[in-house]
Every structure is written in C-alpha cells, then in structure tokens.
C-alpha cells in the first residue's frame, strides 16, 4: 500500500514564525502536492511538484513556498505565519505514469496560529 | 477556481438505506473521482469513473456519469453506520494541466445504527 507520512498531526505556531510541514511518500512517486482544507470550501491545491528541485504554484500560493531536495519528501514552508493560515493541510502524491489517476493523501497536519 | 459542487451539504439516514450524493463541475473532464475522509483523517480514494464511461460499480457503491449535464452521482447501497464520513468529487479537467484535481466542498453523510 502506498504510505503518506506527515511528520505532525497537530502543530501550534505563532504568528509571524517559520513554519515547516513535512510530507514521505514510500512509492517512488513524481507528484507531490499540498493542499488546504477548510470548512465549506473543500480542498485547494498551494503547490505540486512533478519531479525532484521542480514546483509549480497552485491556486492558493501566497504566503506558502515549497521544497523537494529528495524525490520522497516534499516540504511545505510557511515564510511568516499568520492567522488566516490556521488550516488542514494535505499532502497528496501520485504516479508520473497516471497522469489523471487518483491521488494518495496523508492523514494531514492541524496547524494553527495563534 | 473550476471547482465541482457537491449536493446535500449534508446528509443523515439509518442504517440499511441507501445514501446518494450528487457532484456537478464546469469544465470538460478526463475522469471524475470520489474520495471519502474519515473525521480527522486523509482522504481515500473509492473509484474513478472515464469521461466515456456512463456508471461504475464498487462493491456496494455505485457511481454514474452525465457529460452533458456535467454531474456525476455516489450512491452507496445498504449503508452502515462506518460508511459515516465525508465524500467529495474530484474532477480532472483537460485543460488548466495535467495531474490536478478540482475538489468539491463534500458532503457529510451520517449513518444512525
């Protein structure tokens, strides 16, 4: 089974912090994504990468910035944190080879900002 | 934001019935998924259904496709109470990038023993 890890479930920040999200995937993937989640108004997609050192934005991607050094490990960074960023996110990876296929998610991380 | 909508919001019956929820989108499609999350956790893929295909079968779910209406149908047969979760469609448009999916804002479905 492919596994998702994100290193927090939950994390609390302050505003105006560095904040890190980490995202594993074991299955040798080439798309990663982050996602936002937020009552009523589903997921939103902040970036994906389809290849390791490459990043495309997403439809929400101020205040976010991404990082894949390593195939397996996709970071999302929160450059100054604020309030309006409290969320759940979700990384998501999928095969290179489907390109329309389903996604494979984590169990998200809570983050919020106080 | 080409975003599919999903329809009740919300949705709570007993166990046994049959729960539909409905997922309509703006935009020509490759395919269209379901995905289900669980309170708390990451979300699942259930089944895909091609721009070609008119209905699928999984199990106790059962997906249909209209193009021309652009909307799409989950029904799953004989509910039981862990079937409680939230379900959302997923659109893959053909145009706006290959590998990127348009969710929904879901449907919460609650199963009463």
């Known amino acids: 089974d492919v596994k998702v890890t994100q290193s927090s479930r939950y994390l609390v920040k302050r505003t105006g912090e560095k904040v890190f999200l980490e995202c594993v995937q074991d299955m040798d993937h080439e798309n990663m994504f982050w996602y936002r989640q937020d009552p009523g108004l589903g997921l939103r997609l902040i970036y994906f990468?389809?290849?390791?050192?490459?990043?495309e934005k997403g439809d929400i991607p101020e205040g976010y910035s991404v990082s894949r050094e390593k195939k397996e490990r996709f970071s999302l960074i929160l450059e100054s944190a604020s309030t309006n960023q409290t969320s759940m996110y979700l990384c998501?990876?999928?095969?290179?080879?489907?390109?329309?296929?389903?996604?494979?998610f984590g169990d998200g991380t809570r983050l919020s900002i106080l | 934001s080409q975003q599919g909508e999903e329809d009740p919001q919300a949705l709570s019956i007993q166990e046994g019935e049959n729960a539909t929820m409905n997922c309509s989108y703006k935009?020509?499609?490759?395919?269209l998924q379901w995905y289900r999350q669980n309170s708390g956790r990451g979300l699942v893929h259930l089944i895909l259904i091609r721009s070609n295909e008119r209905e699928k079968h999984s199990g106790r779910l059962r997906v249909t496709l209209d193009t021309s209406k652009k909307s799409s149908s989950l029904l799953i047969t004989a509910s039981r109470a862990a079937d409680t979760a939230s379900y959302f469609c997923?659109?893959?448009?053909?145009?706006?990038?290959?590998?990127?999916?348009?969710f929904g804002a879901g449907t919460r479905l609650a199963v009463h023993p």
């Open positions: 998501a990876s999928s095969p290179a080879a489907d390109p329309h296929g389903p996604q494979h």
């Open positions: 997923a659109t893959a448009p053909i145009s706006g990038g290959y590998n990127k999916l348009i």
């Open positions: 990468s389809y290849d390791v050192k490459m990043k």
């Open positions: 935009t020509s499609i490759n395919n």
